[in-house]
Each structure stands twice: as structure tokens, then as C-alpha cells.
């Protein structure tokens, strides 16, 4: 699989990876990396589906559902833009399906961190997406578990796949710590509801190795059912 286009709609720059012979038809998976970061996913992604990466600059804003206080001093404050940021992504794949005439037979996305955040948070909204990848999500934001526990889905999505690195939950920040916690939380709660999930702990901090996991994620969730 490798770069075939890059398409910028509203100064944002999309790359699109897939291979020569990859139909128009086949699946795609939406994820939020920097361009060298997606190159290394695309190289250990098998042929067959259509990756689609966007190098998205305002984190903070766009994959956090509700406001809420900073965790690092220097970083903004979480604004909660995710409601408007997923009409406008909803929008921006259906024109770029349209200019490069791809039919999905499903959508999947697949976030990191925040980004993390964002695709598990789309299960409960009317999305694109019916395949998710939460990994290193950031579930240990404020509110999140009342809320996942407390709120239906207009469509569960067809499968799910967490993932977390075993030192992530001892962050010296209370707020943070609860990640693993949250996780598997959330992992129990949506199995629970019928979905077919998937949770991996993998060795090392948060930042360890992240095309190599996301990989792992896309090709749980490009499995047969």
C-alpha cells in the first residue's frame, strides 16, 4: 500500500494510501497521523483496503466532545468541538469519496489519543463509521464513563478494537491515570451491548510504537465477522 493522492479540502491536507489494483469498493479507514507516521502505517497495512490519513492540527478542539480543563500547563484548554468537527467530516468524506469514486463497502476509523477519544465518542452520534479503533484513546477524559454508560448508540458500530500500553495508567496526573481503568471500562460495556470487541495491552508508554498498534487495530477490524 502506498501514497496515491493528496487532496486538501479547506486547508486540510488528506493522504490517501491503497494499492494499484485496490477496487473502488474496498474498505476504508479514516485515521488523524502526521504524514511520516501514516507512511509507516500504510507500509505494514496489507492490500485491500484504502487508508485515509489526516494530519489534523487543532487536537484540543476538534476530538473533545464537551469542554473541559487542560492537563498540561502549556497546552489549550479542551474546547469541545466534536459535534462540529464530525459534520464537517462527515461532509469532507463524502466529497472525496465523490472526487475519487470510491464505494466503501464499510468505513472504519481509527484514532489515537484525542484522536482516540473522537472515534470512540462517534459510536453514540450519527457517523460514517461503522467500524472502531480507540487506541491509547484518551478515555480518561472528564466525564467520559457517565457518559458511555449513560447514552445509546443510532447504530453500534460492527466491530470495536481498544488498545492500551501498560504504563499509561501511571501517569502523575490523577486525571490521566484512569486510562487503563476507563478502557477496559468502556471495552466491557460496549462487548456487553453486542459488540464485538477486542481489548490489547501492549508493552510501553503511550507514545511506543504507534504505526506498528494502530496496524494491529485496522487489521482487527478489516477481519472476516
Not at 493522492?5 to 469498493?25: G, L, S
Not at 469514486?101 to 477519544?117: C, D, E, K, M, V
Not at 461503522?130 to 458511555?148: M, N
Request: hydrophobic share 45%; glycine share 6%.
Amino acid at each position: 500500500m502506498h501514497l496515491t493522492n493528496t487532496i486538501t479540502p479547506n486547508q486540510k491536507t488528506f493522504r490517501v494510501y491503497r494499492a494499484d489494483n485496490t477496487p473502488a469498493n474496498a474498505p476504508l479507514v479514516l485515521t488523524f497521523l502526521q504524514p511520516h507516521e501514516a507512511d509507516a502505517l500504510a507500509a505494514l497495512l496489507s492490500d485491500g483496503l484504502m487508508l485515509l490519513a489526516l494530519d489534523e492540527a487543532d487536537w484540543e478542539h476538534s476530538f473533545t466532545p464537551w469542554p473541559a480543563p487542560r492537563v498540561f500547563k502549556k497546552a489549550a484548554d479542551f474546547s469541545g468541538g466534536a459535534a462540529d468537527y464530525l459534520v464537517w467530516l462527515t461532509n469532507t468524506l463524502s466529497d472525496i469519496e465523490g472526487r475519487l469514486n470510491l464505494r466503501p463497502q464499510w468505513r472504519g476509523i481509527a484514532g489515537y489519543s484525542l484522536a482516540g477519544l473522537f472515534a470512540a465518542w462517534c459510536a453514540y452520534q450519527k457517523s460514517p463509521f461503522e467500524k472502531i479503533a480507540c487506541v491509547s484513546g484518551s478515555l480518561w477524559f472528564d466525564g467520559w464513563t457517565d457518559f458511555a454508560a449513560a447514552n445509546a448508540m443510532p447504530k453500534p458500530p460492527q466491530r470495536a478494537y481498544f488498545s492500551i500500553g501498560d504504563t499509561e495508567k501511571n501517569s502523575k496526573n490523577p486525571r490521566m491515570a484512569a486510562v487503563e481503568d476507563n478502557m477496559r471500562f468502556t471495552e466491557n460495556l460496549w462487548r456487553g451491548r453486542g459488540i464485538q470487541t477486542a481489548f490489547a495491552l501492549n508493552s510501553g508508554s503511550h507514545f511506543h510504537q504507534v504505526p506498528e498498534r494502530l496496524a494491529d487495530a485496522v487489521s482487527y477490524l478489516a477481519e472476516a465477522v
